[in-house]
């Protein structure tokens, strides 16, 4: 039996392969450690990390395409030299697509196209070599990169739009069993700030305003006056909020307008915490004139490469003041939609009433 058949009953597995040094699952499972970004067969004989640092991998590219690099002990590159059976580059396959797509869901059909499979069938081999489905591996690493982002000091909100989650909802139904604690508990962010927001409809629904001292925090859209607070909360757990309609109804009257379609207006500060390359994003988004759009790719482009298409797309999902930065001006690249954290419907009429089609 080769190792890439070894088959793991049970997640958990993978960690007690890792602390028992188990030789039987090198080429099958690799880890990576977050404090360190290398990543190592099973059976290194480097110093134990602790677990809540630890994400695992099939295959070398996968932990490689998530930032980590080969232990130069271990050197866990050179167990293909022993052979490269087929359930082992099925995996890898599957593994590399999984890595591709962990922001959207992974695209099964075409993927059992590639490898001239039926989906059921490549489900079935993939449990056989690893035990887990392949529904499991993407819920795994989704969860992986969660972690990651709380751990970096993310907010809830936009750890679990980073990881590629589409609703919070799933996240906190499993929260205690797989984080040990409530995401807000486990996040090290939303240190006491004290944010004032106000609440008002407009013709697709509600939009609350969230307000630091520093500017907008946060603009959100939906149709349900407590989920937005909700959300609110969840993304600054730790924050002191403070109902202000009254107070911020120039600022309200601002993002209302907007959301018409009237984008002649003074900018609003705005205050949101994001990383250099998100910046960048952001800044080049505010340069799409308003009823245009943009590709990802082009997006990227416009960036000097810098920035690959699916790191733009998370940098718009991410993105904590809708409207004000102007994510739903950016497209898919066969002219679709896209994704839009709000709705595709509110994208589409935010797009119309900017070019200036009031019929929407």
């Known amino acids: 039996m080769t190792s890439a058949a070894i088959a793991i009953q049970d997640p958990s597995q993978l960690w007690d392969a890792v602390v028992a040094r188990n030789r039987k699952f090198d080429g099958a499972l690799y880890y990576g450690v977050a404090t360190t970004h290398i990543y190592c067969r099973p059976s290194c004989a480097s110093r134990r990390p602790k677990p809540e640092n630890v994400q695992f991998f099939f295959d070398p590219e996968s932990a490689e395409s998530a930032g980590f690099r080969a232990c130069k002990r271990c050197h866990p590159r050179e167990i293909d030299k022993t052979g490269n059976s087929t359930g082992l580059q099925l995996v890898r396959e599957v593994c590399r697509a999984v890595e591709r797509n962990v922001d959207s869901p992974l695209p099964m059909k075409r993927l059992s196209g590639d490898l001239k499979m039926h989906p059921a069938t490549l489900d079935r081999h993939f449990k056989q070599n690893t035990g887990i489905t392949i529904k499991q591996y993407a819920q795994a690493r989704r969860l992986s990169l969660f972690k990651t982002a709380l751990r970096f000091g993310r907010d809830v909100t936009t750890a679990i739009y980073e990881a590629g989650y589409n609703s919070s909802s799933r996240v906190y139904e499993h929260a205690n069993a797989k984080l040990g604690m409530t995401p807000s508990a486990y996040s090290k962010g939303g240190n006491g700030a004290r944010i004032r927001y106000a609440i008002a409809p407009y013709a697709a629904g509600k939009a609350l305003l969230g307000v630091t001292d520093k500017g907008v925090c946060s603009v959100k859209l939906g149709d349900d006056t407590a989920r937005l607070v909700r959300e609110l909360e969840g993304e600054f757990p730790k924050a002191e909020l403070i109902r202000a309609d009254r107070e911020l109804g120039d600022w309200m009257s601002n993002l209302l307008r907007r959301l018409e379609g009237d984008v002649n207006l003074p900018e609003l500060p705005i ?90």
């Open 271 to 360: 205050d949101v915490q994001a990383t250099a390359f998100q910046r960048r994003v952001y800044e080049e988004l505010k340069r799409i004139p308003a009823g245009e759009t943009r590709t990802y790719s082009q997006v990227a482009a416009n960036l000097d490469g810098a920035l690959g298409r699916r790191a733009v797309a998370r940098a718009c999902a991410t993105n904590n003041v809708a409207v004000l930065i102007p994510c739903h001006r950016v497209v898919r690249n066969d002219g679709g939609m896209g994704g839009y954290r709000w709705g595709l419907k509110r994208k589409e009429e935010l797009l119309a009433r900017e070019r200036g089609d009031k019929s929407s």
